[in-house]
Nanobody, 124 residues
Framework: QVQLVESGGGLVQAGGSLRLSCAAS????????MGWFRQTPGKEREFVAT????????YYADSVKGRITISRDNAKNTVYLQMGSLRPEDTAVYYC?????????????????WGQGTQVTVSS
């Protein structure tokens, strides 16, 4: 079992930046592909970014390319989402997810573990 805890969310003005963290426990994440997703009320959870377990690939949603960077520090068992040039439409609950030993993927169904989420609110 892997437990994931997100942090770093909050209220920020449009154009601002935030860095989300996802701290894993229970197992080391070096064999896990990690992803970030987000969800707003009434909508399905959507893909934001993913980084493969072996650092081979990173993928981003078109809506965040150039503004968001995913990274991982296996020594700290933590994954990060650096977000810049934030827009009101980035407002959502952001979730961290882990996939055991599979490639980077944008699909929620491919991930084995999920965190509880952290709220990001971008004001205009």
């Amino acid at each position: 079992q892997v437990q994931l805890v997100e942090s770093g969310g909050g209220l920020v003005q449009a154009g601002g930046s935030l860095r989300l963290s996802c701290a894993a426990s229970g197992r080391t994440i070096n064999m896990y592909t990690m992803g970030w997703f987000r969800q707003t009320p009434g909508k399905e959870r959507e893909f934001v970014a993913t980084i493969a377990w072996n650092y081979a690939n990173t993928y981003y949603a078109d809506s965040v390319k150039g503004r968001i960077t995913i990274s991982r520090d296996n020594a700290k068992n933590t994954v990060y989402l650096q977000m810049g040039s934030l827009r009101p439409e980035d407002t959502a609950v952001y979730y961290c997810a882990a996939r055991f030993h599979g490639g980077a993927t944008i699909w929620t169904r491919d991930y084995d573990y999920w965190g509880q989420g952290t709220q990001v609110t971008v004001s205009s």
